[in-house]
T-cell receptor, first 117, second 114 residues
Framework: AQSVTQPDIHITVSEGASLELRCNYSYGATPYLFWYVQSPGQGLQLLLKYFSGDTLVQGIKGFEAEFKRSQSSFNLRKPSVHWSDAAEYFCAVGGSISNFGNEKLTFGTGTRLTIIP | EAQVTQNPRYLITVTGKKLTVTCSQNMNHEYMSWYRQDPGLGLRQIYYSMNVEVTDKGDVPEGYKVSRKEKRNFPLILESPSPNQTSLYFC?????????????FGPGTRLTVT
């Protein structure tokens, strides 16, 4: 069964500092990997996705993530965070095929990001 | 504007009183899904639908029902809500269920069952 682990429940970063959010996955084949952001009171917005090809993917809002097969990781990074980046971030893995071909997304438990001035 | 809408956004109800949370998308997406979000558990899939009249259970289907009579709508039904169904619910849709899989989420429905 596929699974996602986000080991950091809460991270605090100073505005302007760099950011890395960790994500480890378990999946039997090449996974489809996603990062979503949830701002307070909002739904989830897709930041970036990895299907195949270049292991460094660029997303919206200046985020990027790197797929490392050997480490089963898909960490999210940003060189310089802004106060508006304060939100909850979810890593997700897809690709599980049920009898009906459901490409179900399995989400991690999320990492809450706090930005301090 | 392409979007997924949910109604209501907030709901407080009592145990046993049937309720329906509506979900509608205007993107002609085939795949729709319901999730619940609970602290420390992330998002868990309740039910999904591959297309009209095709639905199946997700990871936590107990106590919920769905229907997909039209492509754009995917209501979530709680026949007899219980306090353990207090949660934040999200509807999501994607163009198709295979390969180019990218979900668009609604704004969420916060449900409290007393």
């Amino acid at each position: 069964a596929q699974s996602v682990t986000q080991p950091d429940i809460h991270i605090t970063v100073s505005e302007g500092a760099s950011l890395e959010l960790r994500c480890n996955y378990s999946y039997g084949a090449t996974p489809y990997l996603f990062w979503y952001v949830q701002s307070p009171g909002q739904g989830l917005q897709l930041l970036l996705k990895y299907f195949s090809g270049d292991t460094l993917v660029q997303g919206i809002k200046g985020f990027e993530a790197e797929f490392k097969r050997s480490q089963s990781s898909f960490n999210l990074r940003k060189p310089s965070v802004h106060w508006s980046d304060a939100a909850e971030y979810f890593c997700a893995v897809g690709g599980s095929i049920s009898n009906f071909g459901n490409e179900k997304l399995t989400f991690g438990t999320g990492t809450r990001l706090t930005i301090i001035p | 504007e392409a979007q997924v809408t949910q109604n209501p956004r907030y709901l407080i109800t009592v145990t046993g009183k049937k309720l329906t949370v509506t979900c509608s998308q205007n993107m002609n997406h085939e795949y729709m899904s319901w999730y619940r979000q609970d602290p420390g558990l992330g998002l868990r899939q309740i039910y999904y639908s591959m297309n009209v009249e095709v639905t199946d259970k997700g990871d936590v289907p107990e106590g919920y029902k769905v229907s997909r009579k039209e492509k754009r709508n995917f209501p979530l039904i709680l026949e007899s809500p219980s306090p353990n169904q207090t949660s934040l619910y999200f509807c999501a849709s994607s163009l198709e269920s295979r390969l180019t899989y990218e979900q668009y989420f609604g704004p969420g429905t916060r449900l409290t069952v007393t």
